[in-house]
Structures are given as structure tokens and as C-alpha cells.
């Protein structure tokens, strides 16, 4: 089972502990590596619940949501992201920033699946 501290590796990771909604984010993605999507979907609303707009956590949420057979969910995450992404991305996070290629790219995965519907 993966453990994670809450210790901060260093600044260039990006990782700040889980508490965080980057790091709440890093720990969406072990649940959803590790099969474990409730937990997946949970821990991305934990952040979602206090930032809608949050791209890295409606992407999160989307897949995990999609992996537990609930498309009508992963669509509506995706929908919204659609809809707040340039403004989200004008805002020059930090965090996107780090996870930039996985940005760049997330409008496009977001506009196939909803095709796909």
C-alpha cells in the first residue's frame, strides 16, 4: 500500500504535502494508479468542495469518476473544466506550471471524450 508523508522533498518537486491541492491531486492520482477510484474521486472533491475551478483535481475527478462506470459524472467534471480552462490558465498557477505538459495537453483528452459520448 503507498504511504505518504507529508514531508516537503524539495521546492522543484512541487510537492507540499497532501493537505494541499496539489498535493491532494498527487494523492488522486496513487489511488487512481492503485485501482482504489472512491478514494480517487474523494480525494479530488476534497479540493474541488473549495475550488471548483481547480483543473488538475476536475481532470482527477473525471477519470476516476469514469473508471466507476459513471460517465454522466466524468462529463460533467470534464464540462466544467472546459468551461473555466482559459480562465484557469490565465492564472498562471504554480502548480500548472509544474504539471504543464499534462495542461497542455488536457483540453484536447477533455474535447475526445466528451466525442466519445
Known amino acids: 500500500m503507498w504511504s505518504v508523508s507529508s514531508r516537503r522533498p524539495s521546492r522543484r518537486?512541487?510537492?507540499?504535502?497532501?493537505?494541499?491541492?496539489?498535493?491532494?491531486?498527487?494523492?488522486?492520482?496513487?489511488?487512481?494508479?492503485?485501482?482504489?477510484?472512491?478514494?480517487?474521486?474523494?480525494?479530488?472533491?476534497?479540493v474541488l468542495d473549495n475550488n471548483r475551478e481547480y483543473l488538475l483535481n476536475l481532470s482527477a475527478a473525471a477519470?476516476?469518476?469514469?473508471?466507476?462506470?459513471?460517465?454522466?459524472?466524468?462529463a460533467a467534471y470534464y464540462e466544467h473544466l472546459l468551461k473555466v480552462f482559459d480562465a484557469e490558465v490565465a492564472a498562471d498557477r504554480a502548480e500548472y506550471q509544474i504539471h504543464s505538459a499534462m495542461i497542455s495537453g488536457l483540453r484536447s483528452e477533455v474535447e475526445a471524450f466528451l466525442d466519445r459520448r
Open 63 to 74: 477519470k476516476a469518476a469514469a473508471q466507476l462506470g459513471d460517465a454522466h459524472a466524468a
Open 13 to 46: 518537486t512541487g510537492w507540499h504535502g497532501p493537505s494541499t491541492a496539489d498535493g491532494l491531486y498527487h494523492l488522486a492520482l496513487l489511488h487512481e494508479t492503485s485501482g482504489d477510484y472512491q478514494a480517487a474521486l474523494a480525494t479530488a472533491r476534497e
